[in-house]
């Protein structure tokens, strides 16, 4: 038998990488501790998910949208700390792996 493909519709989603198992994600959400709207989609001040909305990493190991947290961290009642346990912020360094 011979197939012939006439059509195809291929259809492709992406996350960003929060070091989190896909166990963890659905069980807790996977969304901005300030936004609260999901890493996949973008900050309120962005129009489009992406590169132009990135993700930023504490060294508590708690994750934001940047535009979110430099916000966050723009005001005066922050204190330079963590919105989710007030620690000191400090971002980490994101070590990203290269593609293969």
Known sequence: MKVTVKHWHAVATWRWDTGTDQQTIDE???VCGICRVPYEG????CKMPGDDCPLIWGECSHVFHMHC???????AA???QCPMDRRT???AERKVAPTR
């Open 28 to 30: 807790e959400g996977d």
């Open 78 to 80: 922050s204190k330079q």
């Open 89 to 91: 912020w400090v971002t």
């Open 69 to 75: 947290l430099l916000k966050w961290i723009g005001t």
């Open 42 to 45: 973008c900050c309120p001040s």
